[in-house]
């Protein structure tokens, strides 16, 4: 018993985020007041706003200039695996927020075989002024 006991204490210690749910440091959640209710004959302009917001998120480091889109989804029609990333909205900035958010997988090439590092997720929403705006970037 005493074996299984000091492995969860020091995952707690070590890890107490993962445990909590804890909000990630500088998340603004987006007001939910100020945003568009989309669907998915929205996507194409989504994909279009990409090109400004990638290099806005992710900066001018080079292995970034090079994406392809691998998920591109409003999150209250996510299933299977990708349901957590909903969940997750869910729990950052509430089920109005996530209702009008999309999520977003990116592949950068110029990091594989890096699997991990060449992934990018963003949480995405378009404002009343119809602007697509990021507010989490997850990867």
Known sequence: MR????????????FPTSFLGAIPDGLTC???DTLLKT???DKDGLVRALNEIIPKTYGTNPDYQEWEIEVIQPMPLLTGF???YYKMAINFCGKRVADHSWFVRLRFPK?????????????????????????????
Do not use: C, R
């Not at 594989?112 to 507010?135: C, F, H, R």
């Open 3 to 14: 074996k299984m006991i000091m492995p969860i204490i020091v995952m707690l210690l070590i």
């Open 30 to 32: 987006p007001n939910p």
């Open 39 to 41: 669907t998915e004959k």
């Open 82 to 84: 990708e349901e957590n």
């Open 111 to 139: 990091l594989l075989p890096a699997q991990s590092a060449s992934l990018g997720e963003l949480y995405i929403v378009k404002d009343t002024t119809n602007k697509w705006v990021p507010w989490f970037q997850y990867h």
